[in-house]
């Protein structure tokens, strides 16, 4: 996985509550392989209208906006279907790192997997900031992993608490299947185990 | 599963009794590891037609699966519902179906396909299979995994990368999510059904409200409920937020398992069934949130917005956004308003639907179709309906009882067993601007195919509107022209 540690980069400002991962990534682009091109994805039908035009007040196509890496959204951001072509997507337009108030559990755990940290501050703070980022169009903010600090375009630093096996795996952009597999023993004798104590779980 | 749960939770356990959650979650560690983060063992992991990437990025790897057996995997993302179609003609969505018979054959992986009639919505085929059982670990790369913990399963949804990982350890790593309890009490009133209970609750917390929680769903109300009540209940705990949903197992629960094909038999049923009666929770659980609903206030929901908790009683009007709290809610429900084509202050049943789903992982049991079919009875479709079973076997059972004969005298279509317009991927769409009542799961913008407006509801709801062409108040409808 690719290590995620520290990103300067332009933020873009999305003020909608739960924003689901059917309007990240339509249904109907989930059997399209992965490669170039797959940004064409990324929140499409909010992008484009039917006719494939680019809908202009649609902050991604604002041109300040379109270099952003950063997202800051509102409450439940990514909820709903556990799909991770929604992270794939995000990723493939660039953006590496999520800052909101808060997250949907599958989406969460997705970016995780793709070298993304999603970030949740309070929503004060989280509002703040997109205010920031709607006055100041095209402004840069810093997400430091390390320091586990999120500085502003306005140059105030806020701390936010992150999960430390999922900082040290984002850090080392850590195979967690190979983690996993180092507690080989374990989980032979956790299965020797449910063999007797469980046997009627096995087909 | 979440990772920002309360760390509290152990502490505060230690001394008082366990919650039914709590107890399936501490026989499955295999390892603590670092940062309060558990290896968790997976006792039966779901697959289906969407999952195939996860196989390919393993066989990339050069890694092996470590328990084919435990896996279990059924076409219903992608395959077509028209009867009489075994293949849909478009060769990527074709490719994905396929993919997930080569992919399992190669794997030893049993696989209930297109044509056997045991294929089905994955949370359908489950329990139905007798795979689903209390106690056990269930995961499966769809969020409505939860389904499964209507039979007192830890169940949850998972991503792909996590779909890979479990294929290749049978293990996750998780971090244990805070436990909500909600209790629902008191006799349902007539006309209200599982599903008009989960809109209710989701309605009350919100989308959010179940963030980084597993939830119980106890009370008189629930423990009254059939085992296929209880599924629809669990099945949309993702929409309040919570990647799990569960319900103590009981004699409604040993009823419905014993004797289907995976369920344990003689000797081993009974040393089962003596496990599954330690699961309930204790009487002095602790849990870290509770909340409490009368199920006689509760009246069939619908919803009005593109958010599973924009529900309210068939009753209500259109809410309007001026009086929302804050700004950006206000500007949330009026984008939601605009893309539905509704204006505030409008009766709900005024509303015009153009179409109607009956079917889903929510609402395509055969208890669905019975309370959609009464409805449907001696009437007749004003506008274009389709009922879709949750699998080949439900399609059996209701042919066998007539169902298929009452919907299609009411103009109602009779399809094949899948997601169908549920996820919008295999299609089964409705075209832009058309109202949809549906028996699914979400509201959400372009869930059902762009532009289509969804809304909400339960089998009978659903019926109802097919009939008159509005949402309908299915306790009102009166008599059918033909007696039914």
Known sequence: ?203 | MSSRSSAATDGHLVSAGLSLFEKIWRRHVVAEGPGGQTLLYVDRHLLHDGSGSAFGRLRSAGRPLRRPERCFATADHFVPTAPGTAATSDPEIRAMVDGLARHTAEAGISHFGVGDPRQGIVHVMGPEQGLTQPGITLVCGDSHTATHGALGALAFGIGSSEVEHVLATQCLWQRKPAVMRIRVDGPRPFGVTAKDVILAVIARIGAAGGTGHAIEYAGSTIAAMSMEERMTVCNMSIEAGARAGMIAPDDTTYAYLEGRPHAPRGDMWGRALAFWKTLPSDPDAAFDREMGLDAREIAPMVTWGTSPQDALPITGHIPDPAAAGDAVRRASMERALHYMGLTPGTRLMEVPVDRVFIGSCTNSRLEDLRASAAVARGRRAVVPAMVVPGSGLIKRAAEAEGLDRIFRAAGFEWREPGCSMCVGMNGDLGRAGERCASTSNRNFEGRQGQGVRTHLMSPAMAAAAAVTGRLTDVRTLGPAAEGG
């Not at chain 1, 933020?11 to 109907?28: C, Q, S």
């Not at chain 1, 797959?38 to 991604?60: K, S």
């Not at chain 1, 997202?71 to 709903?80: H, I, R, S, T, Y």
């Not at chain 1, 909101?100 to 070298?115: L, M, R, V």
């Open chain 1, 1 to 203: 996985m690719e290590p995620f540690v520290r990103l300067e980069a332009v933020a873009a400002p999305l003020p909608l509550p739960n924003v689901d991962t059917d309007r990240i990534i339509p249904a109907r682009f989930l059997h399209k392989p992965r490669g170039p091109g797959y940004e064409r994805y990324c929140f499409h039908d909010m992008r484009f209208d039917a006719g494939g035009a680019e809908r202009p007040d649609f902050v991604l196509n604002q041109a300040p906006y379109r270099g952003a890496r950063i997202l800051v959204a509102a409450e439940n951001f990514g909820c709903g279907s556990s799909r991770e072509h929604a992270v794939w997507a995000l990723h493939a337009w660039g953006f590496r790192a999520f800052v909101a108030p808060s997250f949907g559990d599958i989406f969460f755990g997705n970016c995780g997997q793709n070298g993304t940290l999603p970030v949740v501050l309070p929503p004060d703070v989280v509002a703040g900031i997109r205010r920031q980022l709607h006055e100041r169009p095209g402004a840069s903010m810093v997400v430091d992993l390390p320091s586990q600090t999120v500085t502003g375009p306005d140059g105030v630093r806020h701390e936010f608490s992150v999960d430390p096996f999922r900082k040290e795996c984002l850090l080392r952009g850590q195979d967690e299947i190979a983690l996993s597999l180092g507690h080989a023993e374990a989980i032979a004798a956790f299965e020797e185990r449910a063999r007797v104590e469980m046997p009627w779980v096995l087909p």
